[in-house]
């Protein structure tokens, strides 16, 4: 390995020397709370979360907060949205549908583990946004969708994985399950007694579902 071809972290801009360092804090912050996936936390390191977030609460985005994103809705905490991608069990080469995009930051997660997301949002507003937010962090590989994400995204069905940032009502939805591939996962918050994270899997026309941690997340509201 010649020397020059190593750039020493001095030579680059401050603002990517920043994003390094309080990616690599997060990241072990999040490996503090149960992360193992070495791809996932690469992921969480990589993705700028500064720039899915508004303006005014830039110097919050690297923490492993929620915070608001408008519309009355809030990007989910980096350690939720780590252990959901780990749950996914994402090797490279999925195809994968996220349902409820909201500032974009788990869809663009989720495009760093596999081959291509589609992510539904119903605020039009917000989808737009997420697109200023994908187009800003470089990532190109998440085709956005304005829609019920109750009702999956049938045009570019079957999906490996399926991932919900709002709660179903009591099951998870029959087209979200109907949409998965043959080997496929399907993860989505459900409202029961509490609210619980449940992960279906499919084999040829079997389903299987475990029901998971608690969680709290935002009700998925049908058109
Ligand atoms: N994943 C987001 C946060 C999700 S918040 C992020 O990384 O920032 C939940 C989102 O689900 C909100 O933006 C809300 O508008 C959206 N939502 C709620 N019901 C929906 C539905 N039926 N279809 C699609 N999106 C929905």
Not at 64 to 81: C, K, M, N, R, Y
């Amino acid at each position: 390995m010649g020397r020059q071809a190593t750039v020493s972290s001095r030579d680059l801009p401050e603002e990517i020397r920043g994003r390094r360092r309080t990616g690599d804090r997060l990241a072990e912050d999040l490996a503090s709370a149960g992360v193992r996936d070495h791809r996932v936390l690469a992921a969480v390191r990589e993705v700028p979360r500064d720039l899915f977030v508004p303006d005014h609460l830039r110097h919050l985005a690297w923490h492993d907060t929620p915070l608001p994103i408008g519309a009355g809705q809030t990007i989910s905490a980096p350690h939720v949205v780590a252990l959901m991608c780990e749950l996914l069990e994402l090797s490279g080469d999925e195809r994968v549908l996220d349902v409820g995009t909201g500032s974009g930051y788990h869809a663009a997660l989720l495009s760093r583990l596999s081959h291509h997301v589609w992510s539904i949002e119903r605020e039009p507003e917000l989808s737009r946004q997420a697109q200023d937010n994908l187009d800003a962090a470089r990532i190109k590989n998440v085709t956005l969708i304005v829609g019920d994400g109750t009702r999956g995204h049938l045009e570019a069905a079957p999906y490996d994985a399926i991932n919900a940032a709002a709660a179903a009502s009591g099951a998870p939805p029959t087209d979200l399950e109907g949409q998965l591939a043959s080997g496929g996962r399907l993860l989505v918050p459900v409202d029961g007694y509490d609210q619980r994270l449940v992960l279906t899997r499919r084999t040829g026309d079997d389903l299987t579902r475990r029901v998971l941690d608690p969680v709290s997340f935002v009700p998925l509201r049908p058109d």
